[in-house]
């Protein structure tokens, strides 16, 4: 058996992967990996490529991914270079955002409609998420705005998430593999923790809406789950499951996501603001979230 690291190719789009970014990436593992096989998936609205093989002491991983990634991202197909242990032996841990990735939604938007603040709620939603504001001064602003709301709004917000395609896929197949499931979350434990449990998700952590008298007081209590506290959760649970960080791949789409996304072995942008995609090692530029075991070529 090879002493050198496996690497893996994957290829995700909405639609059939071009026949000449297919040849692109065998050309470019041909100078980097021996004996390299490929793979075929197709799911509902994923189609998927995985191309593997075994790293070669003087190849280079992040330059064989920055080969592929631009001209993958002009044929509106999505690529990812996993290499060692999450390429061999799959994803440990999975640590994803909730708002606008595990759910189609923003939770404080579809509260704030309740308060007629919406559209103020949402300008402030984009800036915070775009990076251009402190998250937890955001957060204060924003459920500001729904104090006095009866407590009976939150149920109605819960029942009206929707998940995003392919969430529940993803969460199984990790399962199936062996791996365990965290899902952090700027938004909050009253839609969160129940929604994480009807997938059987194994880590949970979001805010909490503060009530007096059955109402919302425009208050969260306990610390903030900002954009620091999501990587620390994100350490915590892979040290907790004995999972090394190269195996752990982190998903999300906003700026408060990207410390939780570079500590990752694996950091994906999820349909993200442009600083996410950016500085994440891979995007998935479809609503399809099972697009993510594409990018791992599972």
């Known amino acids: 058996m090879s002493e050198n690291p496996a690497v893996s190719v994957g290829l995700v789009a909405p639609r059939p ?23 075929e998936t197709t799911r509902p609205g994923v189609f998927a490529h995985a191309l593997r093989g075994t790293l070669r002491p003087a190849a280079a991983a992040d330059g064989l991914a ?12 999505d690529a990812a270079v996993t290499t060692g242990a999450l390429a061999s032996d799959g994803v440990g ?4 955002d909730v708002d606008s990735t595990l759910i189609t939604a923003e939770v404080i938007e579809l509260l ?25 001064a955001s957060l204060r602003e924003r459920v500001a705005t729904l104090a006095g709301l009866d407590v009976a709004v939150v149920e109605a917000v819960r029942a009206a998430v929707e998940l995003s ?34 997938l059987g998700i194994d880590h949970v952590v979001a805010n ?25 959760h994100l350490r915590a649970w892979a040290a907790a499951d004995g999972v090394p960080l190269e195996r752990v791949v982190a998903v999300g789409d906003g700026a408060n996501d990207l410390d939780m996304i570079r500590a990752a072995g694996l950091g994906v942008a999820f349909c ?27």
């Open 272 to 298: 993200a603001k442009p600083v996410v995609q950016e500085q994440a090692d891979a995007a998935v530029g479809f609503p399809r979230l099972d697009a993510v075991l594409g990018l791992l070529g599972r």
């Open 165 to 198: 395609a392919g969430a529940r896929e993803l969460v199984d197949a990790v399962h199936a593999g062996g791996g365990k499931v965290g899902v952090v979350s700027g938004g909050f434990a009253e839609i969160v923790t129940p929604l994480a449990a009807s």
């Open 66 to 77: 920055a080969e592929l990634r631009g001209p993958a991202t002009a044929l509106g197909v």
């Open 112 to 136: 704030a409609e309740h308060a007629g603040t919406r559209a103020e709620v949402a300008a402030v939603t984009e800036r915070a998420m775009r990076g251009e504001l402190d998250f937890a």
């Open 93 to 96: 841990l999975l640590v994803m």
């Open 208 to 232: 909490t809406l503060e009530t007096a008298d059955g109402r919302l007081t425009g208050r969260t209590t306990g610390p903030v789950v900002d954009r620091a506290a999501k990587e620390a």
């Open 17 to 39: 992967i071009p026949q000449s970014l297919l040849q692109h990436a065998r050309a470019l593992l041909g100078l980097v990996a021996d004996d390299v096989t490929e793979r």
